[in-house]
């Protein structure tokens, strides 16, 4: 991902701080209950936000990060990104242990999110990439706990949340079994066609985008890094290679893949 700066430590990500500023109309009145957040070091407008709104600053997070990554040890802050000029702040945070079986390896990966829009939380998403091909795919952890809003419970919050992110590396420390359950469940390629129409639906108009979009992943699944055309694993990592290594990656992209919807995390539910 090239557009991830490569860091040794949390001291190498650029942190800045955030205030609430309160607004005026066009006639120098303030107008209550409504504030914008910008960037102290630049003051570059983020977003809006009520009255209730408290800016969790990136010091806060980082301290969270270190606090809860100490616990469990065996942990690397690899990367990090920024959108939109902070809006968001992506940290990218791997796991010393590869995880999976000797011949198909994979590296356990957390990303941290600092959202700044004034619109969403700030959340530790654990991933995982297949070292055979950089397939990234993306766990989504349904409870609320790895996640913190912007208001004053933030600071009550801590300590559960450091608890839920310790839980999130264990979690994903397992993906171990899912993976070799996978790999011993066949799969056939006219499965795969059925996979991506459930993936991919066929409307009554059907799009010559998405009809290639659908023979594309299918291809995928014989002809894909690492893959053989034999099983469920290699059903899942034509998918995730399909949305790993196709079209521009960005910040925003791999941001918006953590929202919980992504063609391979739908993929691995109905897999597994």
């Not at 650029?14 to 500023?21: A, C, S, T």
């Not at 994979?106 to 950089?134: E, H, L, Q, W």
């Not at 839980?167 to 790999?183: A, S």
Request: charged share 25%; hydrophobic share 35%; with cysteine.
């Amino acid at each position: 991902m090239g557009f991830i700066t490569e860091i040794n430590s949390l001291e190498d990500v650029p942190q800045f701080e955030v205030d609430k500023i309160g607004i005026a109309d066009s006639y120098g009145r303030e107008i209550p209950g409504v504030y914008s957040l910008q960037r102290r070091d630049t003051n570059q407008h983020l977003g809006m936000v009520g009255e209730t709104y408290r800016p969790i600053q990136m010091s806060e997070m980082v301290d969270v990060l270190d606090r809860s990554f100490n616990a469990i040890g065996g942990v690397r802050h690899t990367g990090y990104a920024v959108s939109k000029g902070g809006r968001k702040v992506l940290i990218q945070s791997k796991l010393s242990e590869s995880i999976g079986s000797a011949d198909d390896q994979i590296d356990p990966y957390f990303y941290t999110i600092v959202d700044n829009t004034g619109m969403g939380s700030n959340k530790v998403i654990p991933s995982t990439i297949r070292i055979a091909c950089d397939n990234a795919l993306h766990l989504i952890k349904g409870s609320a706990s790895n996640k913190s809003r912007h208001s004053s419970r933030f600071d009550d919050r801590v300590d559960d949340m450091i608890a839920s992110i310790v839980q999130c590396i264990n979690v994903t420390k397992r993906f171990t079994v899912t993976m070799n359950e996978l790999k011993s469940r066949p799969y056939t390629y006219d499965e795969m066609m059925q996979l991506t129409q459930q993936l991919v639906p066929v409307g009554e108009v059907d799009t010559n985008c998405r009809i290639a979009k659908r023979e594309k992943i299918t291809n995928m699944f014989t002809s894909g890094r690492g893959n053989v055309g034999e099983t469920r694993w290699d059903a899942l990592n034509a998918v995730t290679e399909f949305e790993t290594h196709t079209g521009r990656q960005s910040p925003e992209k791999l941001i918006r893949a953590f929202n919980g919807n992504t063609l391979s995390q739908r993929a691995l539910a109905l897999l597994s």
